[in-house]
């Protein structure tokens, strides 16, 4: 699976971006995907996974706490892509975001640096 990850840009705090990522293959509906992000100087993080659906229907989805109620993750199989929509945008949120794909949600949840597929990075910068 390769991941091609986009929508990243200068926002002010308060606004909003929905960053993309478009997965190669045909077996995206059955990989979990995730975000990650990594700001200046601090370690890469998690920031939200979906869950794959046999019927490609019912997903879970899960938040680090710091995006809980502002992001929200997404996914579109028919066109292979993942999004994450980012709302009341803060300074701290700056960092270079990351799409990611796994068979198990769980290695995305709980990341230890063990990911079956990076996407590159996209810049998100917040200003004040």
């Known amino acids: 699976v390769q991941l091609q990850a986009s929508g990243g840009g200068l926002v002010q705090a308060g606004g909003s971006l929905r960053l993309s990522c478009t997965a190669s293959?045909?077996?995206?509906?059955?990989?979990?995907m995730g975000w990650f992000r990594q700001a200046p100087g601090k370690e890469r993080e998690f920031v939200g996974a979906i869950s794959w659906s046999v019927a490609s229907t019912y997903y879970s989805t899960y938040y680090a706490d710091s995006v809980k109620g502002r992001f929200i993750i997404s996914r579109d199989n028919a066109k292979n892509t993942v999004y994450l929509q980012m709302n009341s945008l803060k300074p701290e949120d700056t960092a270079v975001y990351y799409c990611?794909?796994?068979?198990?949600?769980?290695?995305?949840?709980?990341?230890?640096?063990?990911?079956?597929?990076w996407g590159q990075g996209t810049l998100v910068t917040v200003s004040s």
């Open positions: 293959g045909r077996t995206f509906s059955t990989y979990a």
């Open positions: 990611a794909a796994d068979k198990l949600v769980n290695r995305l949840r709980y990341y230890t640096g063990n990911i079956e597929f």
